[in-house]
Each structure stands twice: as C-alpha cells, then as structure tokens.
C-alpha cells in the first residue's frame, strides 16, 4: 500500500509534479500529493485533457502509474481522443502504466429497491489501483452519477466517503465537475474536494475564444492567483505563468549587427545589444519590414536562428518582397535557421498569441525574434491589454537572452513618437523611420530615438530602398528643413557647382600669377642684358685707357732712350720738347 | 445465513429443470463480502424467484471482494445489484431488494406486463 504522504506534517506540502508546461510553475510543484484536486469548469474547457494529461505525464515521467476511471467516454473514444494529443494510452496500458476503466451507468437500466452503497465503484477503483499500483487517479466526470442514481442521499454520503478513502489511499487524485450556475460544480463538488481547486475556462471576447485556467484555492501552499492563459495543441497542454517574471534578466555586453552598416555606425558602429529589444516603428511603406529583414539575414549568416512572426503578409509574400531589395530569405528557410508563423491577429485572442508566442520559441529556441507588426493587435482590444501583452512578450524573452525586433506602424496623423502602443518604455532601441514630404516628393529619413546603454548618433539620414539592400545616405538640413530626394540631389548639384566655379577661380589665379612671374623674370633679364652692355663697354673703355697708359710709359721710355737722358728727368724731357 | 456458504461459489442454480433456453431466467447477484444488505438482498431475490420463476432460474453470486475484476463487466457501481443477464434487455436492480413490487418492475415480472 502506498505511504500516506499527506499525513505527515511535512513543512513543506509534498507536491506531485502533473509535468502540464506552466502548471507546475503556477502552483509551486504541481496538485498535493496524496490529495485529491478539483478541475472544474463549463463544457469543452480541457477537464478530461488536464486529468489525462496528468496521468500520462505521471506514467511516462515520474513513473507514476496512474488509473483514469471516466464517466463519460468509453475507453475507446478516450484513446481515439487523446491519441490526437499524442499519447500513446494503448501502449501505456499494455505496459500497465495507465489503466482505464470507463463506469457507465444507464438510468433506464437501472431499478433501485431497498438500501445500497457505491462499494462496487470502491472496489473496482480499489482493484485497478492495486493492480498497476497506481499513485495518481482521475475521475471524470464523477458527477454523471447524479443522473444515474435517483438518491442523491446515498450518493453525497458514498463521495464524501469516497473522497476520503482517496485519501486514505494516498493516492494524488483529479476529479473533475462541471461548472454550475452559481457553485464551481454544478453538484457542489467543492464540499467534498477541499484541497485544492482549479478552475478552467473557455470564454469568447470580441468574437475570439481564449482558454484560462485559474488556482482557485490551493489549501497549504501558495500558488499564482490570475487567470492564465493555456493552450491545448498535438503536445497537449501548455499554461503560461507570464506574470510571474520579474526584472531579474541577464544582461549581456556582446552587440550584433543590423545587418545595415550605416546603421550599425548610427549605433556605436557595432549595432543592437544581444537580448535587447528593438522597435523599428515608422508611417506606412517606410521600409519597417525590410529593416528586419536585414537583420534577419544578418543573423543567418551568423548562423543564428531566427523566429519571423508575421502578422500581415503570408512568408511568401514577404520573402517575394525581400528579394526586391536583394535580400533572398529562402535559403535559410531550407537550413531550418529561420522559421515564419504567420497568423492574423484576429486568429485567436491576445492571451492565446501570448501563449503561441511562449510555446513556439520555447520549441525553436530562436536567438532572435520578430514580430512584424506589433500594433495590429489593437484591433478590437484595448491598447492596455496590448501593451501588458507585449510587455509580457518581451519580459519573456529578455528572460531567455532573445533579442527582439518589433515593428510598429504609427499613422501619419498621430504624434509619431507617442502611438506606439505606449511600449515606449520597454523597449531598448527604438529606431524611427519617417516620411519627409518636401517639394512634391515622399522620401525616407531614418533615425535613433533612443539606444538605451549606448552613445547613438543624433542624424537624421536619408533611407533609401535599393536593388541591394537598404542604404543609408547624409542628409541636407537646410533653412528650409532637412533636404531629402530630389531637393538633395539638386542640393548636391548645387554645391558641387559652386566647387566646380571656385576650382576655376584658383585656376585663374594661379595663371595671374605664374604670368606675372614670368613678366617679372622679362624684365630681370633685359635689365641683366642692359647691365651687361655696359659692363661691356665700361670695360673695353678702361682697357682703351689702360692701353693708353701704356702706350704713354712707353713712349716716355723710348724718348728717354733716344735723348740718352736719365731717366730719372724724362718726363721734364718729353715735356720740354 | 444460508447463503454463506453459496456466496464463494461461483453459481448457485434454483431447481434444476430442462427448460428451454429462451425461458431460461439467467441472474446475477454482486455483492461485496458478507454485508447485512447483501443477505437481504439474496434472501428477496430468492424468495421473489421461487415463487415467480420457478424452475427455470439460476442466479449466481458474485463477490467483487474476491474477484474484483467482474465488476467492470456489468458496469457495477452500487452494491448489491442485481443484474438479469436474460432474457435480454439487461436489466438491473440496485439495493437489498425489499420492495419486491420494484424488483418485479425491474424484472418486468408484473403481471399483465
């Protein structure tokens, strides 16, 4: 016989792990070991998928061997039903993990005459217990009793009693109960089953159904009080406990590109911080989405995986559109590194994205997600539901070291830094892309309205979609305002003509002078020609004289020589004669 | 306290008679161990049998204390319940059986029915 846990006076309630996605996380460990749990709620609201899933879970994962005695579905449709799901009931039942056992009871059949207990339902529940030695039992739906035994009497007294050899058992239990119209069970369940008490529903707001689960009472333990938002697809069930995070994310110092050099040169040269959040938000046509798919392919070449939510075009579509700007997303499809899901906004209501959102990264385990656009959830909802649903979007992956790319569509007439969701305030870097409407043309600017953690360039650029990608061009912020288009083409023309007409002035000037040199070196010579005449002269002149002296001196000595007179007295001599 | 000793036997037949098999009355008694209810219960079906079908009834006993696994067969949840295996339809009777004008209902053993 199994111990009876629940009795010993553990500080802590022992808990039996149900291994639902979120539920466990909710309720601190799973339903109270040994004790029996209520799951109610209205039809169609997951009672019998939970309690089965709780079963399967427990055999598969925790070696729990568990028993499902069902009220309603035969054992056939129970397998047919959760092998949807995935479970493989026939198997777990021949290895003696699970044992069904389906309790039928026809009112028409049945005739009651005299006193009688519910000791046959004890008995078979008690013979497949022992017989798998299960820990873990589901009953569902114990109330279809009430529509197959007239007296009530005897029933109330057999299910308090029955509750209570549950627990005698030690057995972890679920019994499930329709809601009633103003009790949590049509049949008042809730008297019996006091442990803990989990509440499903199935509720349709805006035409959109969301399934929520609550914890209403969990006797000796904490757990999350809201409704959360839970999902069951071909892996059954998945809750999320998305309130529960806290601000208590790594951070990390390492940057990636945006796949846009000028861009990252805007951002520190080196781009956006890993696990940041980044919000591209621009008017219609602006270019939001080639951004990201800059950075998406970007991240594929890096070898990252990337998680593409669309929310307005089909994949095709928007990798047809990317290849117009050269940017071909289809191979890194093939490679598996990036993944599309593509759904309206309008497919299910904000929790359930929510809730898709957790599961498919939780599945793909992307470093990188996108979500193009954020704001057509405001279709329908209000702009507070949206916001706690993005906020709880990016906690999330923040909580896993995502980094995230929302796009955001902001329309023209509204402040455009205002409209955006009002998640200004959680994202990190919020890039912003404009129309700059200027003499008849529509252009492109691009900046940085914030870059938490980094010192980002305060420009204003030209965005400029070609064949090869997105480029990033200087703009002209004239008196007119800032100059994009046509306007700085023209701009450009301008300038490099008044470029153009100074290049000639230094030209001219240069020649000025360089004739003017040349003048100069004229003159120099022909006063060096004029100089070097007179030299000349002057020299044949003193040479004439010299020769003159000469001659002279010589004449003086002859005549001396002639007269035979000292020489001493020539000159008297010559003068004399 | 008759009964006792019948009750881990399996089947106890009434009066042996060669009946034919359409008017054989074939019935099944689930109990759980020897219970003042279950007594009563087999001393009614006895008693109403020998005086409305005699010879040509068996009635067996089952104790899902000793063989539990039978309970699944006939959908049993409350005890003692008899069950009228034929002729068909199955039939089936919940309680000690001491309103003999509800189990002869049950059994659509009324006269004029």
Known sequence: ?577 | MKAKKENSNKIKTGKKHDTTEKDKWILRLYIAGQTPKAITAFTNLKKICEEKLEGKFSIEIIDLLINPQLGAEDQILALPTLVRKLPVPVRKIIGDLSNTERVLVGLDLLPGS
């Open chain 1, 1 to 577: 016989m199994k111990k009876a846990e629940h009795k010993t006076f553990n500080k802590d309630l022992l808990k039996s792990p149900t291994g639902i996605q979120g539920f466990d996380e909710i309720t601190a460990g799973g339903l109270p070991t040994g004790r029996p749990t209520l799951v109610c709620g209205g039809a169609g609201c997951g009672k019998t998928l939970f309690g089965m899933e709780f079963l399967v879970r427990g055999a598969t994962q925790f070696d729990e061997p568990g028993v499902f005695m069902s009220f309603e579905e035969t054992n056939e449709e129970l397998i047919k039903n959760v092998a949807s799901l995935g479970f493989d009931l026939v198997g777990l039942i021949r290895n003696k993990k699970i044992a069904v056992d389906h309790v039928q009871i026809e009112r028409s059949e049945i005739e009651e005459t005299g006193e009688y207990d519910l000791e046959g339902l004890f008995i078979r529940l008690g013979y497949a217990i022992d017989t798998i030695g299960a820990k873990r039992v589901v009953l569902d739906t114990i109330e279809s009793l009430f529509a197959g035994l007239p007296n009530q009497l005897i029933l109330r007294a057999e299910l308090r009693r029955l509750f209570h050899w549950l627990k005698d058992k030690g057995v972890t239990a679920i019994i499930t109960g329709e809601r009633g119209d103003e009790t949590l069970t049509r049949q008042g369940l809730e008297e019996y089953v006091s442990d803990c008490v989990i509440m499903l529903d199935h509720r349709v707001t805006e035409q959109t159904s969301t399934r929520r689960l609550r914890v209403v009472k969990y006797r000796g333990s904490m757990h999350g009080t809201n409704e959360y938002p839970f999902l069951i697809d071909e892996n059954g069930f998945s809750v999320l406990p998305i309130t529960s995070l806290g601000l208590k994310h790594i951070v990390s110092n390492k940057r990636i590109s945006s796949g846009i050099t000028a861009l990252d040169n805007m951002l520190e040269g080196k781009g956006y911080y890993r696990g940041s959040t980044v919000l591209i938000s621009g008017t219609a046509g602006v270019g939001k989405t080639s951004i990201a798919a800059h950075f998406t392919e970007a991240a594929c070449k890096r070898g990252e995986r990337v998680l593409f939510f669309c929310f307005e075009e089909s994949p095709n579509q928007l990798m047809r559109n990317m290849l117009s700007i050269g940017i071909n997303l289809e191979p890194w499809v093939r490679k598996g590194l990036l993944q599309f899901q593509a759904t309206r906004p309008t497919f299910y209501g904000l929790e359930m994205h929510l809730a898709v959102t957790h599961k498919i990264v939780n599945i793909f385990k992307p470093d990188i997600v996108i979500l193009d656009p954020i704001n057509t959830f405001i279709v329908g909802d209000k702009e507070s539901e949206v916001k706690t649903m993005i906020m709880r979007i990016v906690d999330f992956l923040k909580a896993n070291q995502i980094t995230a790319l929302f796009t955001s569509l902001t329309s023209n007439d509204s402040p455009i830094e205002s409209s955006d969701v009002g998640i200004s305030s959680l994202i990190d870097t919020w890039i912003l892309l404009r129309d700059i409407e200027l003499s008849g043309e529509r252009n492109r600017g691009i900046y940085v309205l914030k870059s938490r953690g980094m010192a980002n360039s305060n420009q204003i650029r030209e965005f400029i979609l070609t064949n090869h990608g997105v480029e990033l061009r200087e703009v002209y912020i004239g008196a007119s305002g800032v100059l994009t288009g046509s306007a700085r083409i023209a701009q450009e023309a301008l300038e490099n003509a008044e470029v153009l007409t100074r290049k000639h002035d230094i030209e001219q000037k240069k020649r000025e002078l360089e004739r003017k040199r040349n003048a100069l070196d004229t003159k120099i010579a022909s006063l060096h020609a004029d100089f070097e005449l007179e030299e000349s002269e002057a020299v044949k002149i003193i040479e004439t004289e010299m020769e003159m002296i000469k001659r002279l001196e010589q004449d003086k000595m002859e005549m001396a020589v002639s007269r035979k007179a000292a020489v001493k007295n020539g000159k008297n001599n010559k003068l004399k004669k």
